[in-house]
C-alpha cells in the first residue's frame, strides 16, 4: 500500500491575479449578473489530448455562473490576468523555507484544463514555487516534491439535468498545493502529516479560516490495483477510515477480476437492443415514466456476470454502483441490472424473460439497462461496456463522500491538461525576493510559547485551533490568555452549536474583552453578552438591555448585607454580575466589622 496526500489552504490575501478582496458573498446574497458557457478540451503544448477532460466533455453539459461585488472581468474571463498576487508568492516561499524545499529560479504560471464548469476559463492557473522539500513525522521523513500556488476554483450550488449552477465569489482566491511523496504508511499516520502541515500553514497566521478553506486530496494504490486521487477529504479524523474503504474496495475489485476470469466473462462484445415495446405497458415507475418523456430503453447482455453486479466493494456500494457512475459520465441518471430486485422498477417476470430471450442472457448471465433519450443511452452503454470491459483496477479520480466511501469522478489527469499561461509574464525569484521573506515561528516554538501562557491541555488544543491566529491577536491587545482560549474553544464553540453564529467573530471578540477590561461586566456573563452580540448589538445596549451589568463597590455591600453575607444566595441570585472574588472579600470585611468569623 502507498499513501500521498495534497493539501491545498486558501491564502488570506487578495485574488491570485486581480486585486478583487478573497471574500465570500454570503449564503443568501443575490447575484449582480448571471453567464453562461460551454466548454470544451484543446491539445496540450505537446499536442496530446487529457483523457480527463475528454470525459468531462462527454457529459455534454452547459454552466451558469452567478457573479457578485467581489467580482470583475478576471473571473468571468472577459479581461486577460493581471500579475501573479505578490503577498500569494511570498506565503509560498514561506512555506518551501519551512519545509526545507528548494525555491525554484523562476515562476512560471501554467494554465491545467479543468472543464467541469469549475473556471470559466476551462483552464485553472497553477504556479510551482518550489521543489524537493521534506518533512520529518513519527514513522520518517515524508518528500515534499512540490510547492504550488493556484487559483481556488468556482463554488458549484447545483448540477441537473444538463446544467450545473456555479457562484464566481470563490474562483481565483489563492491557494497553496502542497503534495508529498508517497511514503505514508497508513491512515494514522496520514493523519499525523496531514496535522502537521496544516499546523504549520496556520502557524504563519497568513491563511483563511473556517470551513472547506482547507481540503485534502489522498492518493492511494494496493499491489495489484491502482493509484486513485480521493478528492475533497475534508475531515482529518476520517482519513483512515477512507484509506481503509479504499484499500477494501481495490482488493475486492481484484477479487471480482480473478473471479471473471476464471468465468471466462471478458471481453464483452457490444449487442445493445431497444426495448422500449418490451415496456410500454409496464407498471408506474422509472421506465413508464422515461418512456412516457421521450426516453428510450436501452439493453445490453454482460455474460458469466450472474451475482457479480451486485458484489459489495465499499459499504452500501456495489459493483453494479461502479457500472452505473461510468454511464454518468453521459449525463443519465443511472442504470438498472439484473442482480437487483427488478420489482422495484416496476418490471414484472413476463418483462425480465423478454428482455433475457431478446439478449440471449441465460442463466449465468446477467444484464444492464439505461433509460434515456436513445443517443444518450447509446453513450451511456458504451461508457458501462467500457469499465465492464477494463480487465485491470483502474486508476481514477474518485469524490470522498462523507462517509467515508467513494464515488467516480473521472479518469486520472495526466501530463497533457498542462500548457502555458501566455497572459502572465514568468517572475524571477530572486536572494532579494528570499531574503524579504518573513519566515515562520516554527511548531515548536509556538508551543512553547503557548505553554508559557496557558496550560499543556488548552496550549496544545490551542495550537490545533483555527483560532490561532486569532487567539494571537487578542493577547497583543491585552486579553487574558486563558481567558481568550476558554472563549475561544469553549464558549464560541458551545454557542455555535446552539445555532449562535457571528459575522464577523474577530470584530466582536476585539470589543467584547475590551468592555471587559474596562470592568463593565463579569467573566460569568460573556456567554450572554455574545448571543446578544451576535444579532447586532453593541456591548453596552448588550449590558444595559439584559441588565448584565457589574456589580461592586457600595451596591455589592449593600446585597451582601440584606443577604446576610450569604455566599451561596448571593452567587444563585446575581451570578452574571458580580466577581466572585470580590463577593468574598466583601462578606469576609462584613463579617469582620460584625465580629464574626469568616470561613
Not at 44 to 71: I, P
Not at 282 to 287: A, F, V
Not at 345 to 355: L, P, T
Not at 409 to 435: C, F, H, N, S, W
Request: charged residues 30%.
Amino acid at each position: 500500500m502507498k499513501i500521498g496526500i495534497e493539501i491545498h489552504q486558501r491564502l488570506d490575501t487578495a485574488k491570485l491575479f486581480c486585486n478583487c478582496p478573497s471574500a465570500l458573498a454570503g449564503e443568501n446574497a443575490k447575484p449582480e449578473s448571471v453567464l453562461t458557457r460551454r466548454l470544451h478540451p484543446v491539445l496540450s503544448e505537446l499536442g496530446e489530448t487529457d483523457e480527463a477532460s475528454q470525459a468531462e466533455f462527454a457529459k455534454d453539459r452547459s454552466f451558469e455562473y452567478h457573479t457578485f461585488k467581489n467580482n470583475c472581468l478576471v473571473e468571468a474571463d472577459e479581461e486577460p490576468p493581471g500579475l501573479l498576487c505578490a503577498d500569494a508568492l511570498k506565503i509560498g516561499l514561506q512555506m518551501a523555507i519551512e519545509l526545507n524545499a528548494t525555491p525554484v529560479s523562476e515562476v512560471h504560471i501554467m494554465r491545467k484544463m479543468v472543464i467541469d464548469g469549475s473556471n470559466t476559463s476551462g483552464f485553472q492557473r497553477t504556479a510551482i514555487v518550489a521543489v524537493n522539500g521534506h518533512l520529518d513525522s513519527s514513522k520518517g521523513s515524508i518528500g515534499i516534491p512540490l510547492i504550488a500556488i493556484e487559483e481556488e476554483s468556482a463554488g458549484i450550488i447545483s448540477s441537473a439535468d444538463g446544467k450545473a449552477i456555479y457562484s464566481l465569489d470563490r474562483l481565483g482566491i489563492p491557494l497553496i498545493e502542497i503534495t508529498t511523496t508517497p511514503d505514508i504508511k497508513d491512515g494514522a499516520h496520514l493523519c499525523e502529516v496531514a496535522e502537521k502541515i496544516g499546523l504549520m500553514l496556520r502557524a504563519t497566521g497568513k491563511v483563511a479560516r473556517g470551513l472547506g478553506t482547507i481540503r485534502q486530496d489522498v492518493n492511494i494504490s494496493t499491489e495489484g490495483g491502482a493509484r486513485v486521487e480521493l478528492k475533497g477529504a475534508q475531515d482529518l479524523k476520517m482519513l483512515p477510515q477512507y484509506v481503509e474503504n479504499e484499500v477494501a474496495r481495490q482488493l475486492l475489485l481484484i477479487k471480482l477480476l480473478n473471479e471473471l476470469r476464471t468465468r471466462k466473462a471478458l471481453p464483452i462484445k457490444e449487442h445493445m437492443v431497444e426495448f422500449s415495446d418490451v415496456f410500454r405497458q409496464t407498471k408506474p415507475g422509472l421506465i413508464s415514466a422515461g418512456i412516457k418523456n421521450g426516453s428510450a430503453v436501452l439493453g445490453q447482455k454482460l455474460p458469466e456476470h450472474e451475482g457479480l453486479l451486485g458484489m459489495e466493494l465499499q459499504p452500501g456500494k456495489r459493483y453494479g454502483t461502479e457500472l452505473s457512475d461510468y454511464a454518468k459520465k453521459a449525463g443519465v441518471k443511472g442504470i438498472i441490472h439484473s442482480d437487483e430486485e427488478l420489482d422495484k422498477y416496476g418490471i414484472s417476470k413476463d418483462e425480465e424473460r423478454a428482455v433475457r430471450d431478446a439478449l440471449g442472457a441465460w442463466e449465468n448471465d446477467s444484464f444492464v439497462l439505461i433509460v434515456a433519450p436513445i443517443e444518450q443511452a447509446k453513450r451511456a452503454m458504451g461508457f458501462v461496456l467500457e469499465r465492464a470491459n477494463m480487465d485491470f483496477v483502474p486508476g481514477e479520480t474518485r469524490r470522498a463522500n462523507p462517509d467515508a466511501t467513494s464515488t467516480f469522478m473521472r479518469p486520472l489527469p495526466g501530463r497533457a491538461r498542462l500548457y502555458p499561461e501566455t497572459d502572465v509574464p514568468p517572475i524571477q525569484v530572486t536572494k532579494e525576493l528570499i531574503a524579504s521573506v518573513e519566515r515562520a515561528e516554527s511548531l515548536e516554538d509556538k508551543k512553547a510559547k503557548l505553554e508559557k501562557m496557558l496550560n499543556k491541555e488548552m496550549a496544545g488544543r490551542m495550537l490545533k485551533s483555527r483560532h490561532l491566529h486569532l487567539f494571537e491577536k487578542l493577547v497583543e491587545a491585552g486579553t487574558d490568555p486563558m481567558l481568550a482560549a476558554t472563549t475561544l474553544e469553549d464558549t464560541v464553540v458551545s454557542l455555535r452549536r446552539e445555532g449562535v453564529e457571528f459575522s464577523d467573530l474577530e470584530k466582536a471578540l476585539a470589543e467584547l474583552f475590551g468592555e471587559f477590561q474596562s470592568g463593565s461586566f463579569v467573566k460569568a456573563a460573556i456567554p450572554e453578552v455574545l448571543k446578544g452580540m451576535a444579532k447586532g448589538a453593541r456591548v453596552d445596549a448588550v449590558l444595559k438591555v439584559y441588565r448584565l451589568q457589574k456589580i461592586s463597590g457600595q451596591a455589592l455591600e449593600a446585597i451582601a448585607m440584606e443577604m446576610d453575607y450569604d455566599m451561596k444566595a448571593i452567587m444563585q441570585k446575581y451570578r452574571l454580575q458580580v466577581d466572585a472574588q470580590d463577593v468574598a472579600a466583601v462578606i469576609k470585611e462584613g463579617k469582620k466589622e460584625q465580629g464574626k468569623d469568616f470561613i
